[in-house]
């Protein structure tokens, strides 16, 4: 048996003593620009989160949002080279990738609990946790993460139910997911899901895998599911289409960065 590959990326709250050398990830309004540099070199003085640290690396992101916060020093051109956190996926490693969507993530929570919910008071750093703290009623505020189930359902022919959200902004079919409910289960959401959205009923309920969604704050929970009985019935408030597709015969599908292309491309491949 060999040993797992050493853990690149350690979340953080402070820096061990033996770190060395820097990246930052710079944010601005979902964009995300990575350098190899220190946050005071690139914009000294703008809000700067420790994440942790990369290889050994001290980690930061810089949050370009809001009033007051100076621009980036150095190449004019810099602030241009920022992209969407999607269009970033391809062009690094996906531990950068990641990284840059912990970023987001942790810039867009701090952005949105500087005040208590619970009173209105301006929150503070919680010493020794990633929290924030209201410092008036005591309530801590932890980065959020919204679970959502995604389920690639077979028939017992071996056709795949694909659905195309009426939000797509392209004619490309997905795996049916939706939102964990308060007091579900991850499997009990799944089928809730299912049978609003496309109106069948499962049998077996499989966990495959998870992942990470920063759009802004989601995990996505994958699952694979065997059809047990019912006609596609759309809920036409969400769904615009949904149809079972043969793995030889697919229309457009989901990139790879995402789970819903996992879930597919492993189907293909018992499939074909």
């Known amino acids: ?16 003593d033996d770190w060395s050398g820097a990246v930052t990830v710079i944010v601005r309004d979902g964009h995300v620009l990575l350098l190899d540099e220190h946050p005071e070199d690139v914009a000294p003085g703008a809000p700067t989160l420790l994440l ?71 929150t503070e750093e919680a010493p020794g946790e990633r929290a924030r703290r209201c410092p008036e009623c005591g309530l801590f505020a932890f980065p959020r993460l919204a679970p959502a189930v995604i389920v690639l359902i077979e028939r017992d022919d071996g056709a795949a139910l694909l659905a195309r959200n009426r939000t797509f902004p392209m004619p490309m079919y997905s795996c049916v997911a939706g939102f964990v409910e308060p007091g579900e289960t991850l499997e009990e959401a799944v089928r809730r899901e299912v049978l609003e959205e496309v109106g069948v009923e499962l049998a077996e309920v499989r966990y495959v895998a998870s992942q990470p969604w920063p759009f802004p704050h989601s995990l996505m929970i994958g699952f694979e599911a065997r059809w047990a009985s019912g006609d596609i019935v759309v809920d036409e408030t969400e769904i615009a289409d949904a ?30």
């Open 243 to 272: 149809q079972w597709f043969r793995a030889d015969d697919l229309p457009m599908v989901p990139p790879p960065v995402s789970i819903a292309r996992t879930l597919i491309d492993r189907w293909v491949s018992r499939s074909l």
């Open 52 to 122: 942790g640290t990369l290889d050994g690396a001290g980690c930061w992101a810089i949050d370009l949002d809001g009033d007051g916060i100076p621009d980036l020093v150095g190449d004019p051109d810099l602030a241009d080279a920022l992209i969407p956190l999607l269009s970033l996926h391809g062009r690094v490693d996906d531990v950068r990738w990641t990284l840059a969507g912990r970023a987001v993530q942790l810039v867009e929570w701090e952005r949105t609990h500087r005040f208590c919910g619970r009173c209105g008071t301006p």
């Open 1 to 16: 048996m060999t040993d797992p590959p050493p853990t690149r990326f350690v979340p953080l709250l402070e820096l061990p």
